[in-house]
């Protein structure tokens, strides 16, 4: 059973800088992908970064710029720096982990932890 366990988050001013990390365990999967998603209070679920195992990286164009996704694979972890913060990016971050089998891919969930940008 894959669990993600997130770190990081909390309260910062706008300009200010924070770094979210995640760990997976239980992972078996040689293809996988981890990501950072986001959920503002009336708004769906959006994909913020996300990452391959062959460190294929994406970005949400309001990401783009200000925040950097990496990853260690040896230790399952993905780390998310946020810089610049806005108001607008207050919200849920969720840590993803993809895996792909047989065709298919699975998603998990990290609990999800508040960013909030308030001055």
């Known amino acids: 059973q894959v669990q993600l366990v997130e770190s990081g988050g909390g309260l910062v001013q706008p300009g200010g800088s924070l770094r979210r990390s995640c760990a997976a365990s239980?992972?078996?999967?040689?293809?996988?992908?981890m990501a950072w998603y986001r959920q503002a209070p009336g708004n769906q679920r959006e994909l913020v970064a996300r990452i391959f195992r062959g460190d294929d990286i994406s970005y949400a164009d309001f990401a783009k710029g200000r925040f950097t996704i990496s990853r260690e694979n040896a230790k399952n972890t993905v780390h998310l720096q946020m810089n610049g913060l806005k108001l607008e990016d207050t919200a849920v971050y969720y840590c993803?982990?993809?895996?792909?089998?047989?065709?298919?891919?699975?998603?998990?969930w990290g609990q999800g932890t508040q960013v909030t940008v308030s001055s």
């Open positions: 993803n982990y993809g895996a792909y089998y047989r065709g298919s891919w699975t998603d998990y």
């Open positions: 239980g992972t078996a999967s040689l293809l996988d992908r």
